[in-house]
């Protein structure tokens, strides 16, 4: 039996990149999957490219309506969530020094206000035992020039996590953030190349990663934590040799 049977999963942001290979994966894996994207166009691609068992819900994780909608349609259709994975967010480059209001509250309306209010609409939806899951980066580890902002909209995911794993307790429900290094994604290819050389020159690095496997075997230093996994509050990183559970229990 595949290890997502018969499971319901939201994927925000799910219309390309890391989001997208999530989905295509969990429909692989069994589960029933309902993705999100701002743009209907890229949204419908999206399905079309994952083929059976998914759904596209147009919305903005920044607009509490969207949100409200999207779970109105998933309690329709299904009645109930296993998964939930916040993997909607932006990227932009700012030097310090320059970082303007505009930056600093795009980037933190949609990674952090976006992420926080897409699991807790999920609540009265998530299933005792459920998971949740955070995209996170290697950047809220590692000082990267001109990128602070972004990472600390990050660092942010890592603490809600632990948070969410003692406030989840009683429901067992397991919060997890995975940090991938530089994956190609359309995000990073949208970003300027003197930014993405920076990036990169901060950890040990070979070649850019695909969005659904690792290019060199060191890169995720324990393996993704499933969302079958009694582990909680975990922290799968490619920053370095560390992995973090702070599992209360």
Same mark, same amino acid.
């Given at each position: 039996?595949?290890?997502?049977?018969?499971?319901?999963?939201? *994927?925000?942001? #799910?219309?390309?990149?890391? #989001?997208?290979?999530?989905?295509?994966?969990? *429909?692989?894996?069994?589960?029933?999957?309902?993705?999100? #994207?701002?743009?209907?166009?890229?949204?419908?691609? %999206?399905?079309?490219?994952?083929?059976?068992?998914?759904?596209?819900?147009?919305?903005?994780?920044?607009?509490? %309506?969207?949100?409200?909608?999207?779970?109105?349609?998933?309690?329709?259709?299904?009645?109930?969530?296993?998964?939930?994975?916040?993997?909607?967010?932006? %990227?932009?480059?700012?030097?310090?020094?320059?970082?303007?209001?505009?930056?600093?509250?795009?980037?933190?309306?949609?990674?952090?206000?976006? &992420?926080?209010?897409?699991?807790?609409?999920?609540?009265?939806? $998530?299933?005792?035992?459920?998971?949740?899951?955070?995209?996170? @980066?290697?950047?809220?580890?590692k000082g990267? &020039?001109?990128?602070?902002?972004? #990472?600390?909209?990050?660092?942010?995911?890592?603490?809600?996590?632990?948070?969410?794993?003692?406030? $989840?307790?009683?429901?067992?429900?397991?919060?997890?953030?995975?940090?991938?290094?530089?994956?190609?994604?359309?995000?990073?290819?949208?970003?300027?190349?003197?930014?993405? !050389?920076?990036?990169?020159?901060?950890?040990?690095?070979?070649?850019?990663? @695909?969005?659904?496997?690792?290019?060199?075997?060191?890169?995720?230093w324990r393996?993704?934590?499933?969302?079958?996994?009694? !582990?909680? @509050?975990?922290?799968?990183?490619? %920053?370095?040799?560390?992995?973090?559970?702070?599992?209360?229990?």
């Amino acid at each position: 039996m595949s290890k997502l049977q018969g499971k319901v999963a939201v *994927v925000t942001g #799910g219309t390309e990149g890391i #989001g997208l290979a999530i989905a295509k994966l969990f *429909v692989e894996e069994g589960a029933r999957v309902f993705i999100t #994207g701002r743009r209907q166009r890229e949204l419908d691609e %999206a399905v079309k490219a994952i083929g059976n068992d998914v759904t596209g819900i147009q919305g903005d994780v920044t607009r509490m %309506a969207d949100l409200d909608r999207l779970y109105e349609a998933v309690g329709r259709a299904k009645g109930r969530i296993d998964i939930v994975v916040a993997n909607a967010g932006v %990227a932009e480059f700012a030097p310090f020094g320059d970082i303007s209001e505009e930056h600093f509250d795009k980037l933190f309306d949609v990674n952090v206000k976006g &992420a926080l209010f897409t699991v807790q609409k999920a609540l009265p939806f $998530l299933v005792d035992g459920g998971s949740v899951i955070l995209v996170g @980066s290697v950047a809220s580890l590692k000082g990267t &020039a001109s990128f602070g902002v972004y #990472g600390a909209t990050k660092a942010a995911l890592r603490s809600f996590a632990r948070t969410w794993t003692t406030d $989840l307790k009683d429901r067992r429900i397991r919060a997890n953030v995975l940090s991938p290094g530089p994956v190609k994604t359309p995000l990073a290819d949208r970003q300027p190349a003197d930014a993405i !050389a920076r990036l990169v020159s901060t950890i040990p690095w070979v070649g850019w990663e @695909s969005p659904t496997r690792s290019q060199r075997p060191r890169c995720f230093w324990r393996p993704m934590i499933p969302a079958s996994s009694p !582990a909680s @509050s975990c922290s799968p990183t490619a %920053a370095g040799d560390r992995y973090e559970d702070s599992d209360p229990r």
